[in-house]
């Protein structure tokens, strides 16, 4: 069965692919799914997150997991609630 959004957003799920790979785009990849949360932690939607991965890059699997944590969990603190995402911008 394959993932789905309703997997990572409902489930809580991580997808790391390292696989990436789309016919009309040559630049290797290296693609995270993450389960997006509000700032209590509740599980709001999904976010995608592609990094390009070139062969002498040297990043691991736990480098660019690591910095999609880091950039999910920063947008984490200036969601106050699932509502909140569908207020008109300020």
Do not use: C, Q
């Not at 991580?14 to 290296?30: A, E, G, Q, Y």
């Not at 040297?58 to 909140?84: C, N, P, Q, V, W």
């Amino acid at each position: 069965m394959i993932p789905t959004i309703i997997d990572i957003s409902k489930k809580g799920i991580t997808i790391l692919d390292p696989r990436w790979h789309r016919t009309n785009d040559t630049v290797k990849k290296f693609v995270m799914m993450l389960p997006l949360r509000d700032a209590a932690g509740e599980n709001v939607g999904e976010i995608v997150i592609a990094y390009k991965n070139p062969a002498d890059s040297g990043k691991t699997e736990k480098d660019f997991f690591l910095a999609a944590a880091r950039l999910r969990d920063g947008l984490m603190k200036k969601i106050s609630t699932y509502a909140a995402l569908f207020e008109p911008a300020r």
